[in-house]
């Protein structure tokens, strides 16, 4: 395994991502993660992986040690700048972020290189370089005669200042995979097969003859976590399905009849819908709306458990970007989900996580292998707090109906329009806005509803969908006439980061 020290920023997230492709495992732990976590560890690599300096971020919090385990170490942007200085070298500080690809020169006889083109394309702040070369260290990469490569052969120890993760650079992926398998020797054998045949022995070991509920919503984590546990408890696992009030159009029936007819598990639903909505009344934080809603989640799940015998275990589709997206250091570094940060400290329940490492493409192959029909696998991800994430301010059934209505004329007509496999996600939300307008010659005062369209990977980051206009005004042209109390649609067209893709 590697085992990425996140300095902050996007990066790590994508290296991850790139790493897992090569079929290595790998962690994102936080800069600060101790010495003795990292032994604990063993892991054949380390990467320090960060995006632009920043003066928070001392060197001080880098424990030095690192760099006396013995284990190759690729330090990466802010990460080979931070490197230099403990070894007594320096940076040229950015004026600017200047990031494009450049032409970057670099040398065959290095282990980081070798096999690959003199010059390369890569990403890189043009404007942070290496100015000295720390002692025992070797220039073997330039751009435009600045240094941007440095290597201790004799350490196995690599600083670069260009960001090979980068997800468009195809030779940045080759300089990743020489530190994983000519410098770190490294073994191809983190596969999705393997993961199975691994988590269901685990499972197993951890349930026993015992019962486990698991958290049923649909989607696609929770109906891989569902299927996964299954097939390791068989019987003993029971699926409760809660409709909090908060689903999509249909949703409810749409589940029923996956899980208890195609699947033939034990599924309980439970109408929850007026204790939800009355628990969120009033509520227009949005951090706090998510942790109400996991809350009550799990107080559901207790009832549940009373009614039943011996179950003692909590099944969650928690994945990879949940983790991290809720602060893998315990600080919430984007948003809290409802099942990472929003669980209450009194929960009754043992928790299985069997995703818990994945990423959003990882959890769809392991549905695939598991015979989970695409229509499941390929499902657009939809939140934990479901639609209460999608009214902004407060909750009521008026606007749930809204957002609801027009989230269905939204699909319709992306899948009318045969957008629908060529856009990873799309919805509607409730902006919690009135505007003007006129509908049928009248003045009127209602509700504006915002369409949001990205394509992503693993949601991790995201671009805003280039949908033709003709098909948004269709959508519009539907939205006003056919949901009561709306008279103006915006599309929203910002990429994540700098948004997130849910607007709350």
Not at 58 to 78: F, R, T, V
Not at 232 to 244: K, P
Not at 260 to 265: C, E, G, H, S, V
């Amino acid at each position: 395994m590697i085992l990425i020290l996140d300095l902050g920023g996007k990066f790590s997230r994508f290296l991850g991502r790139r790493i897992r492709e090569s079929k290595v495992y790998c962690e994102i732990v936080p800069y600060s993660y101790s010495i003795d976590k990292i032994k604990a560890k063993s892991p054949e690599g380390i990467i320090i992986s960060g995006g632009e300096p920043n003066a928070l971020l001392s060197i001080e919090k880098l424990d030095k040690e690192i760099y006396h385990l013995g284990i190759p170490i690729l330090a990466i942007g802010y990460g080979a700048g931070i490197m230099t200085e403990v070894y007594g070298g320096s940076t040229v500080e950015p004026l600017e972020h200047n990031y494009a690809f450049e032409n970057v020169n670099i040398n065959p006889e290095s282990s980081l290189f070798n096999g690959l083109e003199n010059n390369m394309s890569l990403w890189l702040n043009k404007e942070y370089t290496f100015e000295t070369i720390p002692e025992g260290f070797n220039p073997i990469a330039e751009f435009e005669d600045k240094i941007v490569a440095m290597e201790n052969r004799e350490k196995k120890i690599y600083g670069v200042m260009f960001h090979p993760e980068v997800e468009t650079s195809a030779e940045g992926k080759s300089i990743i995979d020489n530190f994983l398998f000519k410098i770190c020797n490294c073994n191809r054998n983190w596969t999705m097969e393997e993961f199975i045949e691994y988590s269901v022995e685990e499972i197993k070991k951890q349930v026993g003859d015992k019962k486990a509920l698991c958290a049923l919503s649909g989607g696609v984590d929770s109906s891989v976590a569902a299927v996964l546990v299954h097939k390791a408890i068989g019987d003993n696992l029971v699926c409760v399905f809660v409709d909090h009030g908060l689903l999509r159009k249909d949703e409810r029936e749409q589940v029923e009849e996956v899980f208890r007819d195609y699947f033939q598990m034990n599924l309980i639903t439970v109408d929850a819908k007026d204790r939800f909505l009355d628990k969120l009344k009033g509520i227009t934080n949005p951090e706090q709306k998510r942790k109400i809603i996991g809350e009550e989640f799990i107080r559901v799940f207790e009832e549940e458990q009373k009614k039943l015998t011996d179950i003692h275990f909590l099944v969650q589709g928690t994945i990879y970007p949940d983790v991290i997206e809720s602060g893998i250091d315990g600080k919430v570094a984007v948003k809290s989900h409802h099942n990472v940060g929003g669980l209450p400290e009194d929960m009754d329940f043992e928790l299985i996580e069997p995703l818990r490492q994945l990423f959003k493409d990882e959890v769809r192959e392991v549905g695939r292998l598991l015979g989970i029909s695409e229509d499941i696998v390929s499902r657009q991800p939809f939140p934990g707090p479901g639609l209460g994430v999608r009214v902004l301010g407060e909750i009521t059934e008026e606007k749930l109906e809204i957002v609801r209505e027009a989230d269905y004329i939204f699909r319709d007509e992306i899948k009318k329009a045969g957008l629908k496999d060529k856009i990873w996600q799309y919805f509607a939300a409730l902006p919690n806005i009135k505007s003007v307008g006129v509908t049928h010659g009248e003045r009127t005062y209602n509700y504006t509803v915002a369409l949001r369209a990205v394509n992503s990977i693993d949601g991790m980051t995201a671009e805003w969908a280039k949908i033709p206009l003709e098909v948004l005004e269709k959508i519009s042209t539907r939205i006003v006439n056919e949901v009561p109390h709306v008279n103006r649609v915006v599309y929203d067209i910002t990429n994540k980061p700098p948004a997130t893709i849910e607007w709350e």
